[in-house]
């Protein structure tokens, strides 16, 4: 089988921040996959990696001079290349692309580049905060750039906050997406993705330990594949990946108001939040105090329950999915769901050390109204995401959302 960046001509500049050093490993992974990568570096990226270290690895000389002995050449690379990455993105050159500046070789070649470009912002957190950052990247954006990261968490600088460069792992996912077919151009996805939180007082709520990550990576894969995504986010400290349309809430009553709404849009919703099952029957606008308490109990009532709803409003066509997040009798469990919700799918998974909430990697048993249609095995929730959407997609009458004529984004 074929590499998925056989044949494809990429170009990655590297510009001058910390996260310089983590391209190495995103250039190594551009050429395992089969690209062929030309590294074009600027004077201050050269002031963190060598070039030397580069050249080592694209197997081409690294760039950084303008003026060279002979003549120009720039514009002959970015007129056959298939891609333009930019990794690590730093302010200054998201500034220099969104306002035209072409004073050095990096930004001259992506004012010549007519392939996609995809950018890789790396930067203080303050610095992306920043409101003429933000400007540009909106420029950019309008402008039909792509984006992948940054992500929350910690930063060379000691701070911790939005603005680190994303993964080596996740640029690389990100260009290979660049190449993939649009299947579900058209096709508009609602997404759930996150916990729930149930305010008990204005310091106190219920939750529970999803991190939102398989939500937000079934969000990532079906815009890969040229879906309309929406994803309706619970509180999680993850950002959404530019492109979707993200509605914020916080509790499961805020949830199913912002899914239902969505939902008669849809072509399909995959329901990976963790919404609560039960919120406190009261809130209390002060803090409940423990003085003179010697016990407190919680009087809870159900919330709604979304998946049932769909179940019921589904009209033809529409193709629900559901996940059952389960400690004991994942197969049964799963397929009681299914039938008492209406739904199509159900992915099942076991909550154990490296599957269900708060890891990397999770197990789906994905089943249908016949049983057991796949078992993922433990992968990463990106992969896990990318079957569960083959099976969802199985089940979408894709020649009549077509015929509708809506354009892929
Ligand atoms: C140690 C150090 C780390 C830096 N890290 C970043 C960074 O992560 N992101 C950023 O936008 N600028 C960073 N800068 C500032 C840029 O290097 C500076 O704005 C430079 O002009 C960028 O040039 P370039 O965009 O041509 O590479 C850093 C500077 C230093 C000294």
Known sequence: MGLPLDGKEIIVGITGGIAAYKSCELVRGLRENGASVSVVMTDAACRFVSPLTFSALSGREARAELFEPHGITHIDITARADAFIVAPATANIIGKAANGIA???LSTMLMAAKCPVLFAPAMNCRMFDNPALQANLKILRDRGVLFVGPSVGPMACNEFGLGRMSEPADILRAAVSLFKEKTLSGVRVLVSAGPTFEDLD?????????????????????????????????PAALVPPPGVKAIAVRSAREMAKAALEAFSNADMAIMAAAVSDFA?????ASKIKKEG?????????????????????KKKGQVVVGFAAETDDAGPNALKKLKEKNADIIAANIIGENTGFGCLTNRLYIYDRKGLVMDTGLVSKDEAAGRLLDVAAGLLQL????????SAK
Do not use: H, W
């Open 103 to 105: 004073d050095d070789l």
């Open 280 to 284: 406190p029957a009261e809130y209390s």
């Open 202 to 234: 204005p310091v106190r709520f219920i939750g529970n330990r999803s991190t939102g990550r398989m939500g937000f990576a079934v969000a990532k894969e079906a815009l890969s594949r040229g879906a309309e995504v929406t994803l309706i986010c619970g």
């Open 293 to 313: 308490l010697q016990n407190y109990s919680l009087k809870l009532i159900k919330t709604p329950d979304i998946l049932s709803a769909f179940g019921k409003d």
């Open 399 to 406: 020649k009549e959302i077509k015929s509708k004529g809506r």
